[in-house]
């Protein structure tokens, strides 16, 4: 643990002044302080905002339709966006969100809790802008020929709206 | 119904696909009937964006008749004539009320990809890979237009097809990087690229009140283009030294404006662009900077550049410290057409854009293929393949 610390230290002399750098410094630090919590293990908000105030987002406290399908394996929390420019909504997962590679699985199988947050937060947010979810089947196409790439590109499309930065 | 499709790096077909159907109450449906080539397929084409599946449908700069509407569609009705913008976008978003078009959130039903290229996903584009939200495009007899209301765009009595088609994209295309880049009366305005996208922003800048604009290009047909029809004065990099031009021109001082419409795959007399070409085969970077890179340097103290070229991930020797050094403002965008398509087409009535010139070949969509060659390898003067899915 020193080591990292000390090489941090002297990356930061490197490049004194870079915002790199101190974000490394930060989060070797963090690492110094709680051994094995790593940053992303910690069950985070995942929110979107909407382009209507509050009381049209969620009229009434009302949550949108995908939202309160989950029930409550979510908190959720609805909040103006600074400066009247919408209303953020934010969903957080109850159960502690699996983590790290052991989580791979069972995202590509969609089985991921967090999939089904981000789906229901992107889902609540067209709805209440515009109504309507974007419809993409069936459309037309020619012959899907079967190749390494179209394969994984197929698995990433058919969790579009589940996976991401959300 | 017959449809021009991606089947592979460089390779492309028509074949027969099943027509699209309404599926949303704010679609419609195009006849199309003129539909063109763009440089932005040609990075799809040689799979320099990696999102492109076998069976799409290329397309996206397209117009046609309306044939059939959704019951949530208030502005059009069957029969109508209608160009359509090449970005699918809401109209209700943060970013689409601040005419941020192309930036829309709802229109890119597949965000996860750009997500993860580039923090958050911007908006969809008809034929445009499943990373721009898998729309099948307009290389078709017939195409769906989600959201249509705010996307198609009734064409005025006095344009003719062939001249109301390049408002889709390539005008909107020009006229946003004039106007976000804040082109000012008395400009003196240099333009990378002399293509369709690069001609027509030469001509947004010009209408602007730009005093003096430039097109770079090396091809001669093209430059022709440019200085008789659109009005500009021209360079060719290939006979002579554009960084030294342009200071000729411009009392030393360098052009107040630089607009980048070339693209990734931009080419060069110089060493350097076997380096690049090099590193992107390698797949060491993924973008050719190369008139990005010149356009920085040119630019004056204090300027803007403009990135109207398409870039997908990372580029090599970006000059960061001419950027921060000089003062620049550098901006680009995906084209917010929904802003431009009203105003080009008024420019389009009263004559004051001129655009069919570019449609140098017009042909019927089974020759997909071969107008695809033609305008990769810019054989025969071409500038624009335009197809007519209806023969
Ligand atoms: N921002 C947008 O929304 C948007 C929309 C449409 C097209 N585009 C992009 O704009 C670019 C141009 O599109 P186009 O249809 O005109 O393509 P095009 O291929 O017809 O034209 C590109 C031109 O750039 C020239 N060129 C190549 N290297 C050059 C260099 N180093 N200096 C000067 N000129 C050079 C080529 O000779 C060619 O004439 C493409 O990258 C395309 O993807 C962007
Ligand atoms: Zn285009
Ligand atoms: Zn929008």
């Known amino acids: 643990m020193k080591t990292t610390t000390k090489a941090a230290a002297a990356a930061a002399t490197a490049a004194a002044g870079t915002g790199l750098a101190v974000n490394w410094i930060r989060r070797s630090r963090a690492r110094a302080a709680a051994p094995g919590a790593s940053a992303e293990s910690r069950n985070r908000w995942r929110a979107v905002t909407v382009n209507k105030p509050a009381a049209e987002a969620a009229p009434d406290g009302k949550l949108p339709e995908p939202l309160a399908a989950l029930g409550d394996r979510v908190e959720v929390r609805i909040t103006p966006a600074p400066d009247g420019r919408g209303t953020e909504i934010a969903a957080r997962l109850r159960a502690p969100e699996p983590a790290g590679p052991a989580a791979m699985p069972g995202r590509l199988a969609g089985r991921d809790p967090r999939q089904e947050v981000r789906s229901a937060l992107r889902e609540s947010k067209t709805l209440i802008e515009v109504g309507e979810v974007l419809r993409m089947d069936p459309q037309p196409a020619g012959e899907r020929t079967s190749t390494p790439g179209g394969k994984l590109l197929d698995a990433v499309t058919k969790r579009a709206r589940a996976e991401g930065m959300l | ?391």
């Open chain 2, 1 to 391: 119904m017959k449809a021009l499709c991606w089947t592979g790096i460089n390779k492309l077909a028509v074949e027969t696909v099943p027509d699209p159907q309404i599926l949303n109450a704010e679609d419609i449906i195009v006849k199309v009937r003129l539909s063109t080539t763009c440089g932005s397929d040609l990075h799809l084409l040689g799979g320099y964006i990696p999102a492109m599946r076998a069976g799409d449908i290329l397309g996206h700069e397209f117009m046609g008749e309306v044939a059939e509407v959704g019951p949530a569609v208030r502005n059009h009705k069957a029969g109508d004539r209608v160009v359509v913008c090449s970005f699918v976008s809401c109209g209700r978003c943060w970013y689409c009320e601040q005419k941020l078009f192309s930036l829309c959130d709802n229109g890119n039903p597949n965000p996860a990809i750009t997500e993860a290229m580039w923090g958050y996903a911007p908006g969809g584009c008809f034929g445009y890979s499943h990373a721009m939200g898998g729309y099948a495009g307009s290389h078709a007899e017939y195409i769906r237009v989600p959201y249509a209301d705010q996307g198609a765009f009734a064409i005025p009595d006095e344009v003719e097809d062939m001249t109301a088609l390049f408002a889709s994209d390539a005008a909107a295309t020009g006229w946003t990087g004039v106007d976000q880049i804040g082109v000012q009366a008395g400009d003196v305005v240099a333009v990378w690229g002399a293509g369709a996208v690069g001609q027509m922003a030469a001509r947004a800048a010009i209408l602007k009140g730009a005093e003096r604009v430039m097109v770079i290009d090396r091809l001669p047909e093209r430059l022709a283009q440019a200085a008789d029809i659109i009005g500009a004065d021209t360079i060719n990099y290939a006979s002579d030294s554009v960084a030294a031009e342009l200071r000729e021109r411009t009392g030393g001082r360098g052009p107040d404006i630089c607009i980048e419409a070339v693209g990734m795959e931009a080419d060069s007399t110089g060493p350097h662009y076997l380096y690049d070409q090099l590193k992107q085969q390698l797949r060491l970077e993924t973008d050719r900077a190369i008139a990005v890179r010149e356009a920085v340097h040119a630019c004056r103290k204090g300027g803007g550049v403009f990135v109207l070229g398409v870039f997908g991930g990372l580029v090599d020797k970006f000059p960061l410290g001419a950027v921060m050094n000089k003062g620049l403002t550098l901006r680009g965008a995906q084209m917010h057409g929904h802003r431009y398509i009203p105003e080009i087409l008024d420019g389009m009535a009263r004559g004051e854009v001129t655009t069919s010139h570019l449609a140098t070949h017009v042909l019927p969509l089974d020759q997909g293929p071969q107008g695809y060659r033609m305008f990769k390898n810019k054989e025969d003067g071409c500038v624009r393949a335009v197809f007519r899915p209806a023969g």
